[in-house]
RNA sequence: CGCGGGGUGGAGCAGUUGGCAGCUCGUCGGGCUCAUAACCCGAAGGUCACAAGUUCGAGUCUUGUCCCCGCAACCA
């Protein structure tokens, strides 16, 4: 056993300015799978994520929506937190640059710094634009005019206090070189020293006068932290940094992992080490710059509709299913690609067909030929293909710790579905039928023993990126949480004689593909349409929306789809009006027969597969919880269609 | 000549220090019936973008050309 056996891995603090995307629960899935593989192997882990929750654009979203920049990032991580609850992220910590001690250590850092010299007053020299309040480069700007509104920008100087990064250069190059495993993936490295280096590394401005919403200077309030103090130090003030309850950062500085986007490696290979280097503090194990996911071939962005809430491809698949896609289909460190058909494919064929499909003819076969019971008989000697089956058991967790330690998760995997084939061909080779039909009890016992053995040993590794799969597996073969421990994967032959298996749910419904899938509901476009258009309505806006009391007087489904039903509801007009809504997750067809509610009716008429929809109900929730606004008739009956207000 | 990445059987990708071109899916043929129309076996299909060079030998090194995509001070 080692000692210190620590693992201190975190994932970029993330700004909140936009939703969150497939792209950002890629980094975030990477991580967490990294921290549970480390505490099954023993570790000690400090997994932490986080918000950068200062600076302009925060001020300025607040703002357009009439509320404090606080009351803005509150709500944002309340959201983020909310999500990395649906995808079961283990985080330690979450780690947040408004909290009192990082803003205090942060003022701290910043005078100690600035007594030692390492930063310094100057003059910043930019081109600004007035009324967009904004700095630019000579390079971002359009035909010399401001890129956001168009208008001239003029040079202003500002004073601001600079952090002396070219007195770092050398150091830092000496240490890429003694330390080539600092930053990875290699080629990304190699564009860090091309770009920047060798174009000089100037000084950097780390504070602003335009900015309030920020950490204040101490010894001159006029300014503010700019990002690279704030936010990059996080990683030690969450730590307890300059604090007297400093044992955190005792115990496990240096971080063992950063897992940063490429787009802010280079903040994390030259600023952050910069930094730290200023402060006597060791720089990390290993800074690792992963890509970019594309989700059907295009870049990720409103425009293409395919900036969509990952909860989406949960909602439709299992939180296992997306966890498995991204762990395993897209090559740690290069550009993916989140292709939503590869999607179910890869969930169809591995997780349905291989995996789940196995455990399934185990437990039935198990079941059927020996009432559940799995027997185990040491005494029988073991055939060519039993030993080609134990051999290849004992040897998938050594290479899968080999591949996970080198970060290759996706030829981790490989290692584990490797081992399931095996098992899968296995039981042609062994034929448990025809051992059954032959009355062969113990040749048969012992087959069904190498099987369930061998899912037991599947499923331990699985624990690493699956939520719900290895406990249903583990109730499945019978085992209990202490046979399931990294050490006991490494041996075959754990499982003990007479384990009870029972055949459960299916792990993985096969996804028809004909099925509408991933598609997001015309409401949740609305709302978040809605949002954008900012804040607060008037009395008149308000007006415009048509609510009447309506009773639902026909349910049926809609064939093409999954979740809508086509209703006939009475709002007090003539005829019954047709709308589709998607309550078929939320509501049994009887359960809405009857019911009042409240609909909206002057909305546009809208095409939702093929039928027309007249109108809209209103619910509140979503995703897990939906409930519809009925009326409350305790007292009295309100008669369809109404007015509400 | 701003920087960088990539172009490999129908699709998506792997290919370490140059040594008979691999994986998954799909397609076609066969087998099995324990299982989620799943599982197992076999087959077809690539002049590794193009051209030249180094070498006994290049997807892998050098040079040039064409095409695609990111980045260019903070979108993960």
């Not at 930094?275 to 503090?281: E, Q, S």
């Not at 899968?424 to 039928?433: A, E, G, M």
């Not at 109730?475 to 029972?502: R, Y």
């Not at 049994?588 to 809208?606: D, H, I, R, S």
């Amino acid at each position: 056993m080692e000692e210190n056996k620590k693992y201190y891995v975190t994932t970029p603090i993330y700004y909140p300015s936009g939703d969150f995307h497939v792209g950002t629960c890629y980094c975030t899935l990477m991580a967490d799978t990294l921290a549970r593989y480390k505490r099954l192997r023993g570790y000690d882990v400090f997994f932490m994520t986080g918000t950068d929750e200062h600076g302009q654009k925060i001020e300025e979203k607040a703002k357009a929506r009439g509320i404090t920049p606080k009351e803005y990032v509150d709500e944002f991580v309340a959201k983020a937190k909310d999500l990395w609850k649906v995808l079961d992220i283990s985080y330690d910590k979450y780690m947040r640059t408004t909290d009192e001690y990082h803003v205090k250590a942060v003022q701290q850092i910043f005078e100690k710094l600035l007594a030692k010299g390492d930063i310094y007053k100057g003059e910043y020299k930019g081109l600004y634009c007035t009324p967009c309040e904004s700095f630019w480069t000579e390079t971002q700007l359009v035909d010399g005019k401001c890129p956001d509104c168009g208008r001239e920008v003029k040079e202003v100087k500002e004073e601001s206090y600079f952090f002396k990064l070219s007195k770092y250069k050398d150091r830092l190059l000496q240490y890429y070189e003694e330390h080539p495993e600092f930053l990875e993936p290699e080629k990304r490295k190699n564009e860090m020293v091309k770009n920047f280096f060798d174009k000089g590394l100037e000084d950097l401005c780390v504070t602003r006068t335009t900015i309030d919403w920020g950490i204040r200077v101490i010894s001159d309030p006029k300014h503010t932290v700019y990002v690279w103090l704030d936010a990059l130090t996080n990683y030690i003030t969450a730590l307890g940094y300059t604090t007297d309850q400093d044992e955190m950062m005792k115990k496990y500085w240096p971080a063992d992992l950063h897992l940063v986007g490429k787009e802010i490696f280079r903040f994390h290979s030259i600023i952050w080490p910069a930094i730290l280097m200023a402060l006597d503090l060791p720089l990390p194990k290993k800074v690792f710059g992963h890509g970019w996911l594309v989700v059907n071939g295009n870049k990720i962005s409103k425009s293409f509709g395919n900036y969509k809430d990952p909860r989406i491809y949960i909602r439709d698949t299992s939180v296992d299913a997306l966890r498995y896609y991204l762990i395993k289909e897209i090559t740690f460190g290069d550009d993916g690609n989140f292709s939503e058909d590869l999607f179910i494919e890869k969930t169809n064929s591995d997780l349905s067909n291989d995996l789940g499909n196995l455990v399934s003819r185990v437990t039935a076969m198990v079941e059927k030929y020996n009432q559940g019971i799995v027997v185990k008989n040491d005494s029988l000697p073991l055939e060519d293909i039993d030993k080609d089956l134990i051999n290849s058991a004992e040897e998938m967790i050594p290479n899968f710790e080999k591949y996970m330690d080198d970060l290759k998760t996706n030829e981790a995997i490989a290692e584990i579905w490797k081992l399931i084939s095996k098992a899968n061909k296995y039981i042609d080779l062994s034929t448990p039928w025809v051992l059954a039909k032959e009355e062969n009890k113990d040749r048969l016992n012992q087959v069904l023993y190498n099987l369930v053995e061998t899912i037991r040993i599947v499923a331990v590794p699985l624990q690493c990126f699956f939520i719900e799969t290895p406990s249903k597996i583990m109730n499945q073969i019978g085992v209990t949480k202490e046979e399931m421990t990294w050490e006991s994967a490494k041996t075959f032959g754990v499982l003990k004689d007479g384990t009870k298996v029972s055949k459960g749910e299916i792990l993985f419904p096969r996804i028809d593909k004909t099925e509408e899938l991933f598609k997001v509901e015309d409401e949740v476009v609305e709302e978040t349409q809605e949002e954008e258009r900012k804040g607060i309505i008037t009395i008149d806006e308000l007006d415009k929306v048509e609510l009447k009391v309506g009773q639902i007087k026909e349910v049926e489904k809609v064939a093409k789809s999954k979740k809508l039903y086509k209703l006939q509801v009475d709002v007090g007009e003539k005829e019954l009006r047709t709308i589709v809504s998607g309550l078929v997750p939320y509501y049994k067809e009887e359960e809405l027969l009857g019911k009042q509610v409240v609909v909206v009716t002057n909305l546009q008429p809208a095409k939702l597969c093929g039928v027309e929809s007249n109108g809209m109900l209103l619910a509140a929730g979503d995703y897990d919880v939906v409930k519809l606004l009925v009326l409350d008739n305790n007292n009295g009956i309100l008669e369809n269609g109404s007015n509400i207000h």
